[in-house]
């Protein structure tokens, strides 16, 4: 064990506990910053640079997580906000219009929810990605490359996005700090993909 993984002498709770902590701090943060909705993206990419500092040693913290969000809170992440609230209605009204009987509307659902799956990986991925810091534009494009290209990443995205949203469907308040582990989750997807060319 390194001296900086060594628990202190009288430490009650090691540093992968005050990791734990941070994430769920980290979580409520996000949680909160999203509430409006349209500022969800920049909320989750906040959090999983937040908690990819962690590996240099700087804190993941809610003081931390707010400081980051206040110097790149801008106009272009409001904008991939309102993308994403357009696109989650729209699959919405396309899998409502399914249950109302349309013609084809087993095929329409399936593809429709094949459609919006990709789409959530993509921008998930996107947010887990440093980059996304800065701007979206690109990242989303090495997203959509990383999604095709990492099957197994993209797979892991998803089984943590329904255990985020199986927890805070079994328990409500859960909701609340599910976006830490989820951004947590993203981080070491992006993480775990060998060096990829810029561009």
Do not use: K, N
């Amino acid at each position: 064990m390194s001296a900086g993984q060594a628990r202190e002498t009288g430490e009650i709770f090691g540093p992968r506990m005050t990791l734990f902590a941070d994430v769920l701090s980290v979580g409520v943060c996000t949680a909160l910053v999203s509430l409006p909705v349209v500022t969800l993206p920049a909320a989750l990419s906040t959090a999983c640079a937040v908690l990819r500092g962690a590996r240099e040693d700087q804190p993941a913290t809610a003081g931390r997580y707010l400081t980051t969000l206040r110097r790149r809170l801008r106009a272009g992440d409001l904008a991939a906000g309102a993308l994403f609230l357009t696109g989650a209605l729209l699959l919405w009204a396309d899998l409502a219009l399914a249950r109302a009987g349309l013609p084809g509307a087993p095929l329409f659902a399936i593809v429709a929810a094949a459609i919006g799956a990709y789409a959530a990986v993509v921008g998930l991925r996107a947010c887990g990605r440093p980059e996304s810091l800065t701007g979206w534009r690109a990242v989303v494009g090495g997203a959509a490359r990383d999604s095709v290209r990492d099957v197994g990443g993209s797979g892991l995205v998803l089984l943590a996005v329904a255990a985020a949203v199986l927890c805070a469907w079994m328990l409500l308040p859960l909701a609340f700090l599910a976006p830490g582990p989820l951004a947590l989750a993203l981080t070491a997807v992006d993480i775990r993909m060998p060096h990829r060319p810029e561009g």
